[in-house]
T-cell receptor, first 120, second 113 residues
Framework: GAVVSQHPSWVICKSGTSVKIECRSL??????MFWYRQFPKQSLMLMAT?????????EQGVEKDKFLINHASLTLSTLTVTSAHPEDSSFYIC????????????????FGPGTRLTVL | AQKITQTQPGMFVQEKEAVTLDCTYD???????LFWYKQPSSGEMIFLIY??????QNATEGRYSLNFQKARKSANLVISASQLGDSAMYFC??????????FGTGTRLKVLA
Protein backbone atom coordinates (compact mmCIF):
# COMPACT_ATOMS: atom_id res chain seq x y z
CA GLY A 1 0.00 0.00 0.00
CA ALA A 2 0.88 3.65 -0.27
CA VAL A 3 2.96 5.28 2.44
CA VAL A 4 2.09 8.35 4.46
CA SER A 5 4.57 9.85 6.88
CA GLN A 6 4.16 12.30 9.72
CA HIS A 7 6.74 14.47 11.36
CA PRO A 8 7.45 14.72 14.19
CA SER A 9 6.27 11.46 15.71
CA TRP A 10 6.09 13.13 19.09
CA VAL A 11 6.55 16.62 20.43
CA ILE A 12 6.54 18.24 23.84
CA CYS A 13 6.07 21.98 24.03
CA LYS A 14 5.36 24.71 26.53
CA SER A 15 1.94 26.26 26.83
CA GLY A 16 1.50 29.20 24.48
CA THR A 17 3.86 28.01 21.78
CA SER A 18 2.87 26.89 18.30
CA VAL A 19 3.57 23.44 16.92
CA LYS A 20 3.64 22.37 13.28
CA ILE A 21 2.94 18.80 12.22
CA GLU A 22 3.71 17.65 8.69
CA CYS A 23 1.90 14.96 6.75
CA ARG A 24 3.47 13.67 3.54
CA SER A 25 2.35 11.15 0.97
CA LEU A 26 5.60 9.51 -0.07
CA UNK A 27 4.74 7.58 -3.20
CA UNK A 28 1.50 9.03 -4.48
CA UNK A 29 -0.21 12.34 -5.01
CA UNK A 30 -2.87 13.06 -2.44
CA UNK A 31 -5.79 15.03 -3.73
CA UNK A 32 -7.22 15.26 -0.25
CA MET A 33 -5.75 14.95 3.20
CA PHE A 34 -7.59 14.56 6.47
CA TRP A 35 -6.59 15.48 9.99
CA TYR A 36 -7.88 13.56 12.99
CA ARG A 37 -7.47 13.98 16.72
CA GLN A 38 -7.61 11.09 19.14
CA PHE A 39 -7.77 11.50 22.90
CA PRO A 40 -6.67 8.58 25.10
CA LYS A 41 -9.00 5.59 24.96
CA GLN A 42 -11.25 7.38 22.48
CA SER A 43 -11.99 7.14 18.79
CA LEU A 44 -10.62 9.20 15.95
CA MET A 45 -12.44 12.46 15.46
CA LEU A 46 -12.13 14.20 12.12
CA MET A 47 -10.92 17.76 12.52
CA ALA A 48 -10.67 18.97 8.96
CA THR A 49 -10.40 18.06 5.32
CA UNK A 50 -7.82 19.76 3.16
CA UNK A 51 -7.56 19.86 -0.60
CA UNK A 52 -4.43 20.97 -2.39
CA UNK A 53 -4.49 24.64 -3.19
CA UNK A 54 -7.70 25.48 -1.38
CA UNK A 55 -8.83 26.31 2.11
CA UNK A 56 -9.44 23.48 4.53
CA UNK A 57 -12.95 22.50 5.55
CA UNK A 58 -13.26 22.23 9.30
CA GLU A 59 -15.67 20.03 11.22
CA GLN A 60 -18.17 21.62 13.52
CA GLY A 61 -16.62 22.69 16.78
CA VAL A 62 -13.03 22.81 15.52
CA GLU A 63 -11.46 26.26 15.79
CA LYS A 64 -9.96 27.12 12.43
CA ASP A 65 -7.84 29.92 13.90
CA LYS A 66 -6.31 27.54 16.40
CA PHE A 67 -5.69 24.63 14.05
CA LEU A 68 -4.21 26.07 10.88
CA ILE A 69 -4.05 23.71 7.94
CA ASN A 70 -2.01 24.31 4.81
CA HIS A 71 -2.10 21.90 1.88
CA ALA A 72 0.57 23.49 -0.26
CA SER A 73 1.26 20.60 -2.60
CA LEU A 74 -0.16 17.25 -3.62
CA THR A 75 2.22 15.51 -1.24
CA LEU A 76 2.30 17.77 1.81
CA SER A 77 -0.21 19.07 4.31
CA THR A 78 0.66 20.78 7.57
CA LEU A 79 -1.30 21.25 10.76
CA THR A 80 -0.20 24.07 13.04
CA VAL A 81 -1.55 24.12 16.56
CA THR A 82 -1.30 27.78 17.51
CA SER A 83 -0.86 28.93 21.10
CA ALA A 84 -1.08 25.36 22.32
CA HIS A 85 -2.50 24.63 25.76
CA PRO A 86 -2.54 21.44 27.84
CA GLU A 87 -6.04 20.59 26.61
CA ASP A 88 -4.62 20.37 23.08
CA SER A 89 -2.47 17.45 24.16
CA SER A 90 -3.59 14.58 21.99
CA PHE A 91 -2.64 12.12 19.27
CA TYR A 92 -2.95 13.72 15.83
CA ILE A 93 -3.29 11.47 12.81
CA CYS A 94 -3.39 12.43 9.17
CA UNK A 95 -4.61 10.42 6.25
CA UNK A 96 -4.18 10.96 2.54
CA UNK A 97 -6.56 10.08 -0.20
CA UNK A 98 -5.47 9.12 -3.67
CA UNK A 99 -7.49 9.12 -6.83
CA UNK A 100 -10.57 10.89 -7.97
CA UNK A 101 -13.03 8.04 -8.02
CA UNK A 102 -16.35 8.62 -6.34
CA UNK A 103 -17.23 5.14 -5.19
CA UNK A 104 -15.62 3.85 -2.01
CA UNK A 105 -12.82 1.40 -2.56
CA UNK A 106 -10.29 -0.61 -0.64
CA UNK A 107 -7.22 1.41 -1.50
CA UNK A 108 -8.42 4.93 -1.24
CA UNK A 109 -7.13 6.38 1.99
CA UNK A 110 -3.89 5.79 3.85
CA PHE A 111 -3.06 6.80 7.39
CA GLY A 112 0.09 8.32 8.77
CA PRO A 113 1.68 6.90 11.92
CA GLY A 114 0.45 9.78 14.08
CA THR A 115 2.01 12.54 16.15
CA ARG A 116 1.73 12.62 19.90
CA LEU A 117 1.55 16.17 21.20
CA THR A 118 2.09 16.95 24.85
CA VAL A 119 1.64 20.53 25.99
CA LEU A 120 3.11 21.34 29.39
CA ALA B 1 -27.50 10.70 9.86
CA GLN B 2 -24.49 8.50 9.30
CA LYS B 3 -23.32 6.54 12.27
CA ILE B 4 -21.10 3.63 13.25
CA THR B 5 -21.80 1.72 16.46
CA GLN B 6 -19.45 -0.66 18.23
CA THR B 7 -21.14 -1.95 21.35
CA GLN B 8 -18.26 -3.96 22.81
CA PRO B 9 -15.79 -1.72 24.66
CA GLY B 10 -13.62 -4.71 25.49
CA MET B 11 -13.31 -8.36 24.54
CA PHE B 12 -11.21 -11.28 25.71
CA VAL B 13 -10.37 -14.31 23.62
CA GLN B 14 -8.22 -17.32 24.24
CA GLU B 15 -5.23 -17.75 21.97
CA LYS B 16 -6.05 -19.84 18.86
CA GLU B 17 -9.78 -19.26 19.29
CA ALA B 18 -11.94 -17.19 16.94
CA VAL B 19 -13.52 -13.90 17.99
CA THR B 20 -16.21 -11.68 16.50
CA LEU B 21 -16.17 -7.92 16.91
CA ASP B 22 -19.49 -6.25 16.29
CA CYS B 23 -20.19 -3.22 14.13
CA THR B 24 -23.48 -1.76 13.00
CA TYR B 25 -23.87 1.22 10.75
CA ASP B 26 -26.48 3.63 9.57
CA UNK B 27 -26.55 5.46 6.27
CA UNK B 28 -29.12 6.39 3.68
CA UNK B 29 -26.61 6.14 0.83
CA UNK B 30 -26.73 3.17 -1.52
CA UNK B 31 -23.00 3.25 -2.18
CA UNK B 32 -20.75 3.03 0.85
CA UNK B 33 -17.67 1.28 2.09
CA LEU B 34 -16.94 -0.35 5.42
CA PHE B 35 -13.46 -0.70 6.85
CA TRP B 36 -11.85 -2.31 9.85
CA TYR B 37 -8.62 -1.00 11.31
CA LYS B 38 -6.34 -2.30 14.03
CA GLN B 39 -4.62 0.19 16.29
CA PRO B 40 -1.86 -1.25 18.49
CA SER B 41 -0.41 0.70 21.38
CA SER B 42 1.99 2.45 18.99
CA GLY B 43 -1.01 4.32 17.57
CA GLU B 44 -0.67 3.53 13.90
CA MET B 45 -3.85 2.64 12.05
CA ILE B 46 -3.44 -0.69 10.29
CA PHE B 47 -5.93 -1.49 7.55
CA LEU B 48 -7.41 -4.97 7.94
CA ILE B 49 -10.34 -5.46 5.61
CA TYR B 50 -12.81 -3.67 3.35
CA UNK B 51 -16.38 -4.39 2.28
CA UNK B 52 -18.18 -2.41 -0.40
CA UNK B 53 -21.93 -2.08 -0.25
CA UNK B 54 -22.26 -3.61 -3.70
CA UNK B 55 -19.97 -6.55 -2.97
CA UNK B 56 -21.96 -9.75 -2.99
CA GLN B 57 -19.35 -11.85 -1.26
CA ASN B 58 -18.15 -11.33 2.28
CA ALA B 59 -14.62 -9.97 2.31
CA THR B 60 -11.74 -12.09 3.56
CA GLU B 61 -8.11 -11.18 4.17
CA GLY B 62 -6.10 -14.02 5.64
CA ARG B 63 -7.33 -14.62 9.20
CA TYR B 64 -9.77 -11.75 8.94
CA SER B 65 -13.24 -12.04 7.50
CA LEU B 66 -16.15 -9.67 7.46
CA ASN B 67 -19.63 -10.93 8.16
CA PHE B 68 -21.62 -8.45 6.08
CA GLN B 69 -25.37 -8.45 6.62
CA LYS B 70 -26.69 -5.59 4.56
CA ALA B 71 -30.32 -5.83 5.60
CA ARG B 72 -29.33 -5.70 9.24
CA LYS B 73 -26.69 -3.04 8.54
CA SER B 74 -24.02 -4.97 10.31
CA ALA B 75 -20.40 -5.59 9.38
CA ASN B 76 -18.85 -7.76 12.04
CA LEU B 77 -15.16 -8.62 11.97
CA VAL B 78 -14.20 -12.22 12.58
CA ILE B 79 -10.63 -13.01 13.57
CA SER B 80 -9.81 -16.68 13.36
CA ALA B 81 -7.02 -18.44 15.24
CA SER B 82 -6.29 -15.48 17.50
CA GLN B 83 -2.69 -14.67 18.24
CA LEU B 84 -1.16 -12.71 21.11
CA GLY B 85 -0.19 -10.03 18.61
CA ASP B 86 -3.85 -9.45 17.83
CA SER B 87 -4.25 -7.66 21.17
CA ALA B 88 -5.08 -4.09 20.17
CA MET B 89 -7.85 -1.60 19.63
CA TYR B 90 -10.11 -2.32 16.66
CA PHE B 91 -12.10 0.34 14.85
CA CYS B 92 -14.92 -0.04 12.37
CA UNK B 93 -15.27 2.83 9.89
CA UNK B 94 -17.60 3.83 7.10
CA UNK B 95 -17.23 6.02 4.04
CA UNK B 96 -20.33 7.09 2.20
CA UNK B 97 -21.26 10.13 0.20
CA UNK B 98 -18.33 12.40 0.93
CA UNK B 99 -14.81 11.10 1.25
CA UNK B 100 -14.83 11.41 5.01
CA UNK B 101 -14.55 8.39 7.25
CA UNK B 102 -16.73 7.95 10.31
CA PHE B 103 -15.26 5.80 13.04
CA GLY B 104 -16.91 3.76 15.75
CA THR B 105 -15.83 4.01 19.36
CA GLY B 106 -13.65 0.96 19.07
CA THR B 107 -13.28 -2.41 20.78
CA ARG B 108 -10.23 -3.30 22.82
CA LEU B 109 -9.30 -6.94 22.25
CA LYS B 110 -7.10 -8.86 24.62
CA VAL B 111 -5.82 -12.26 23.57
CA LEU B 112 -5.07 -14.54 26.49
CA ALA B 113 -2.25 -17.09 26.43
Amino acid sequence: GAVVSQHPSWVICKSGTSVKIECRSLDFQATTMFWYRQFPKQSLMLMATSNEGSKATYEQGVEKDKFLINHASLTLSTLTVTSAHPEDSSFYICSARSGEGGRPSRNEQFFGPGTRLTVL
Amino acid sequence: AQKITQTQPGMFVQEKEAVTLDCTYDTSDQSYGLFWYKQPSSGEMIFLIYQGSYDEQNATEGRYSLNFQKARKSANLVISASQLGDSAMYFCAMRSGTYKYIFGTGTRLKVLA
